[in-house]
């Protein structure tokens, strides 16, 4: 139980385009979903905090309007890079938290960006 | 603010041997929960062992077992009997209630 998706797994697009990426929870409510991104070889960083039918809170230095963040059902959140640059390039993380686990979060298998 | 800070950016060990994993943090609160966490190559991430501030024993999990000082605000992980598989990066997390990660300790298990 308790397993996380994310699609695509990996995606390539040109400079200039916007690429979504949705997290979802196979097997339960998630009340919570957080979106982290991970860089090569560095730690995983808080992107953004998002409830179902709530806006997302972003960390400080996170453009909210360049990273969209929608959790508009218990089960599905997307993240979607608008005109996505080659800094965006990165491997994007979700992880879900439940009422039933105030204690972990399941995370999903990630999402690798290119940009070129 | 919390930060969580692993000092040991690599690590290795030979084969069936044990080794340590070490992990400070730094909070005002006074219950938590800390996780160790496994990124293999594939990069998913796999929950290894969780802590729950309040409790004073220590957690364990098979091989895996850490060392919680609460005062010294420290959660070391220590890997008994190491295995090939266990080659991989280990994140130390902090949990309130969205994850705050420490930099990671890169561990290659030598055959």
């Known amino acids: 139980g308790a397993v996380v998706s994310q699609h695509p797994s990996w995606v390539i697009c040109k400079s200039g385009t916007s690429v979504k990426i949705e997290c979802r929870s196979l097997d339960f409510q998630a009340t919570t979903m957080f979106w982290y991104r991970q860089f090569p070889k560095q730690s995983l960083m808080l992107m953004a905090t998002?409830?179902?039918?709530?806006?997302?809170?972003?960390e400080q230095g996170v453009e909210k309007d360049k990273f969209l963040i929608n959790h508009a059902s218990l089960t599905l959140s997307t993240l979607t890079v608008t005109s996505a640059h080659p800094e965006d390039s990165s491997f994007y993380i979700c992880?879900?938290?439940?009422?039933?686990?105030?204690?972990?979060?399941?995370f999903g298998p990630g999402t690798r960006l290119t940009v070129l | 603010a919390q930060t969580v800070t692993q000092s040991q950016p690599e690590m290795s060990v030979q084969e069936a041997e044990t080794v340590t994993l070490s992990c400070t943090y730094d909070?005002?609160?006074?219950?938590?929960?800390l996780f160790w966490y496994k990124q293999p190559p594939s990069r998913q991430m796999i929950l290894v062992i969780r802590q729950e501030a309040y409790k004073q024993q220590n957690a364990t999990e098979n091989r895996f077992s850490v060392n919680f000082q609460k005062a010294a605000k420290s959660f070391s992980l220590k890997i008994s009997d190491s295995q090939l598989g266990d080659t991989a990066m280990y994140f130390c997390a902090f949990m309130r209630p969205d994850m705050r990660f420490g930099a990671g300790t890169r561990l290659t298990v030598k055959p």
């Open positions: 998002s409830n179902e039918g709530s806006k997302a809170t972003y």
């Open positions: 992880s879900a938290g439940t009422s039933f686990s105030y204690n972990e979060q399941f």
């Open positions: 909070t005002s609160e006074s219950n938590y929960y």
